[in-house]
């Protein structure tokens, strides 16, 4: 081997050595990770699994933690998800649909064209608590146009009702979803349309030949072509805007709610503000309450990517 190595020359002697000694870091980087992932998922694993039950899941918030649950924040994240995935995705594909299927040809048109897609770009990036001061002023407030918090300047019904609607939205279910859809709407803007670019022009050319229209080529042949991608970047915004604290924090604020929303303008919480406060508690057995919480949340993010990826690997097709 030695013999061998002398033979060959020496600036490929070093290659390779600086080829095996990349591989090595590499490798030890990785350990190191998923080292410490499953030091921090043993240790939330032996904190929480005494309060792991059934009951956790169906008991509100107690100020004893032993009957402490997480029923009303589970049912709130359900709620504002709900409203951020209704309103996102339509809104984020069409967006996409708009800006990779229907380029403008003018010069001043497509300047805007491309200023808007620069902006859209940098949107994936703000942080989330940005959104979470928009949504404050834009949904909760509405600038101070209409009414206040405590005096709506438009409602209908009464607060009993579950068709009740006011102006402004308040601090409830819908002001936190659509929140949350400001966060998501730039990712899920950005991986439709690299879903939609990975369709080959093949099958636009071919469907405009046989005399169908811009939209009828849209719908028939592109868009069912990029639904895989389009599903898998939805479905990992949706596991983001699950897991998010900071904009739902200064829309609804940490309240100790012991029910479910009744309906869109009601008042919430949500997995992530239940964990941050019993974390936050003095007391190590609200600690111990709050590690199970976090395992919840995690089984529901690692049920959302493993969906994702299945969708990823059963559906996409190679395309011609």
Request: charged residues 15%.
């Amino acid at each position: 081997m030695i013999e061998h190595a002398a033979l060959q020359p020496k600036g490929k002697v070093q290659r390779v050595l600086k080829n095996q000694a990349f591989k090595w870091f590499c490798v030890c980087c990785a350990s190191a990770s998923v080292i410490v992932l499953c030091v921090l998922l043993g240790s939330l694993i032996k904190q929480g699994v005494h309060h792991f039950d059934l009951d956790f899941f169906k008991s509100p918030p107690s100020r004893k933690p032993v009957k402490a649950g997480l029923g009303p924040a589970m049912w709130g994240s359900v709620w504002i998800c709900a409203v951020c995935a209704l309103t996102a995705l339509p809104l984020g594909v069409a967006t996409a649909i708009f800006l990779e299927e229907y380029k403008p040809k003018n010069r001043v048109v497509k300047w805007l064209h491309n200023l808007l897609q620069l902006n859209i770009s940098n949107l994936a990036g703000v942080p989330s608590i940005v959104y979470g001061i928009i949504g404050l002023t834009a949904f909760v407030q509405m600038f101070g146009f209409i009414g206040n918090l405590n005096e709506p300047g438009f409602s209908f019904g009464t607060r009993e009702d579950w068709y009740y609607f006011q102006l402004p939205f308040g601090r409830g279910v819908f002001a936190g979803g659509l929140t949350l859809m400001l966060v998501i709407l730039p990712i899920v803007i950005v991986s439709s349309q690299e879903a939609l670019r990975a369709v080959p022009n093949s099958l636009r050319e071919g469907a405009l030949a046989c005399g169908a229209t811009k939209w009828q080529m849209i719908w028939t042949m592109t868009l069912p072509a990029a639904i895989p991608g389009i599903m898998t970047g939805s479905i990992l915004a949706i596991s983001r805007a699950i897991g998010e604290a900071a904009p739902i924090l200064v829309i609804a604020g940490i309240v100790f709610i012991r029910f479910t929303p009744a309906h869109l303008m009601d008042e919430f919480t949500a997995m992530p503000l239940q964990i941050y406060d019993w974390a936050g508690r003095p007391q190590e057995e609200f600690h111990r309450v709050a590690a199970t919480g976090i395992l919840v949340l995690l089984a529901v993010l690692l049920t959302f990517n493993a969906t994702a990826v299945f969708v990823r690997q059963k559906f996409q097709k190679p395309l011609q």
